[in-house]
């Protein structure tokens, strides 16, 4: 059996800032879970990036089976980005 998690930084996470809600940190264990899991937090972000009306959401593979899906004030409003960490 294959799980995913899906982690919200608390709001004390430096990388944060003032808001707990710009960031999800995913893992998965199988290629099966990546689709559907990127799609359920980049929906989970929409809202806040909605209130805020002034950035878009970057997702981020950091590598196999991990990413990161925030609210990123380079993306325009509107957007969302796909990258690569090197």
Known sequence: MSTATMERPTASSPALGSSASRSIHLAF???DQVHEGLEN???????????????????TRLEPGRYTVALDDSVP??????????
């Open 29 to 31: 264990t199988s290629a």
């Open 77 to 86: 409003f509107g957007e969302t980005h796909e990258d690569i960490a090197a």
């Open 41 to 59: 937090a980049v929906e989970a972000l929409i809202e806040a990036a909605a209130q805020e009306g002034t950035c878009g959401i970057r997702v």
